[in-house]
Nanobody, 113 residues
Framework: VQLQACGGGLVQPGGFLRLSCAAS????????MGWYRQSPGKQRELVAT???????NYKDSVKGRFTISRDNAKNTVYLQMNSLKPEDTAVYYC????????WGQGTQVTVSS
C-alpha cells in the first residue's frame, strides 16, 4: 500500500487549506485513515482519524476547525483545515491501517503572516 499526500502550503492565519491522501496498491482494505503532524523538536501527534464506518477522532485543539472525510471507493482521505493558526504549522502525514500501519510522505503546512 502506498499513500500519496498533497495540498500543503503557506497560508495566513485565519486561512484554510485542504489536504488529500490517496492510497494505492492491490488487495487491501483500509480500516482507519487519518492525519498526524510533527513540528520541529516535537513528537508526531494525531490530528484526526476516520474509520471505514465513519467514526471520527480529533485532537482537541482542532475540533471545530478541521474536518476529516474519506471516499472509501477511492481510498482517499481528506482534511479540511479552516481558521488556521500559527501553531498548526507542521509537516502533516497521512496514515492508513490495514493489518499494519502505512505512512505517506509528509506535506508541509505553514501558517504565517
Amino acid at each position: 500500500v502506498q499513500l500519496q499526500a498533497c495540498g500543503g502550503g503557506l497560508v495566513q492565519p485565519g486561512g484554510f487549506l485542504r489536504l488529500s491522501c490517496a492510497a494505492s496498491g492491490s488487495g487491501f482494505r483500509i480500516n482507519v485513515m487519518g492525519w498526524y503532524r510533527q513540528s520541529p523538536g516535537k513528537q508526531r501527534e494525531l490530528v484526526a482519524t476516520m474509520s471505514s464506518g465513519g467514526g471520527t477522532n480529533y485532537k482537541d485543539s482542532v475540533k471545530g476547525r478541521f474536518t476529516i472525510s474519506r471516499d472509501n471507493a477511492k481510498n482517499t482521505v481528506y482534511l479540511q483545515m479552516n481558521s488556521l493558526k500559527p501553531e498548526d504549522t507542521a509537516v502533516y502525514y497521512c496514515n492508513g491501517i490495514t493489518n499494519r500501519s502505512y505512512w505517506g510522505q509528509g506535506t508541509q503546512v505553514t501558517v504565517s503572516s
